[in-house]
Each structure stands twice: as C-alpha cells, then as structure tokens.
C-alpha cells in the first residue's frame, strides 16, 4: 500500500485571512439569504454574533440595530412584500469581510412604510458588507435601491429644498432659450 499524503489542515487553526475562512464566510453570508427566504428566524439567528448590529441605510432607519431590532427592520418589509425573495447575484470576500450584490423581488401585497398594498410586483437591487468573528456576522451594512422600490409602489418623490430651486432655474433656462 502506498503512503499518501496526511491532511494536516482539519488540525490547523482557521485564520481571518485563510481562504478557508473566506469561503466559510461567503457559504455563511449565502446561507442567511436563503434563511431568510425560508422565513427561519430561529436558523436566521444562528448566523449571528451575539453582539451583532446592523447598518440600514439611514433613510430607512437612522439608528444601529441589534438583533431584535434587525429582526423587526426585516419584518416591516415581509409584512409589505409576504413573498419577496433576495438572490444573491455576486459575492465576494476578503478576510473577516463578505460584500454580495443581491436582488429583491416581490409584491406589495401589506402596508410598508405606511404605505398600503398596491399589488404590484417589485424588483429592486442591493448591496450588503458581512463582517465576520468566528464565522458568524457580527457586523452587517447594506444599501438598496430605495427610490426604485418606492416608484415601483407608486410613490412619486420630490426633490428636496437644495435640488428644487436647481431645477426650476434649468427649466427656466431651457425656456429663455427657445424664445
């Protein structure tokens, strides 16, 4: 019989850059994509870290959320959208770090951000950065494209003190023009 090589890495501390940890990383930040579509809370929360807190994008929630907060975050979307599902579309990992771009699909068939249903199917996409100690997510940032969901339902949104007035003089300008 001959002598093979002994795998001597299962014996091997797993280190934040190792590319094993990585890849767990990336199978980890997936794996909470596909709890969550399955609306597993209790598998959801297996993948955090006890001190996890979360970063929305501040039009949505200003403040840093821990787990419970995060949770109920989540639940205001799934009350407006019972069916929306996330696919991750790219991921990509670096150390403690996991980014993923991700789409949203559903139909705002609940109230959502006072919002009521509309019935109409969304599609909107999203970025999110996982940071990991010791293969969970212990910190979690993400942005989406707000403006594209929220004219999907129907809202129409108006620039803002600083943008109007740039507007109105571009019009005005466009008009002296042509006369």
């Not at 990991?132 to 707000?146: C, I, K, P, S, T």
């Amino acid at each position: 019989m001959k002598d093979e090589p002994t795998d001597t890495t299962a014996d091997k501390p797993i280190q934040p850059g190792d590319a094993t940890s990585v890849e767990h990383n990336k199978a980890v930040s997936r794996r909470w994509i596909d709890v969550f579509n399955e609306r597993d809370d209790a598998a959801a929360a297996d993948v955090l870290a006890p001190d996890y807190v979360a970063y929305a994008p501040a039009s949505l929630e200003p403040a840093p959320l821990g787990s419970e907060a995060w949770t109920r975050f989540l639940a205001g979307f799934v009350d407006g959208f019972p069916d929306l599902r996330l696919t991750v579309e790219d991921a990509v990992g670096e150390s403690d770090l996991v980014a993923q771009r991700v789409h949203f699909a559903g139909t705002h068939t609940g109230d959502f951000q006072g919002v009521p249903p509309t019935h109409r199917k969304v599609s909107f996409s999203g970025l999110e950065l996982n940071r990991f100690v010791g293969g969970r997510v212990a910190e979690h940032w993400f942005q989406l494209d707000a403006l594209s969901l929220l004219q999907q339902i129907g809202l129409v949104v108006v620039p803002g003190p600083r943008l109007l007035p740039r507007l109105l003089r571009h019009q005005l300008n466009k008009l002296r023009k042509k006369g």
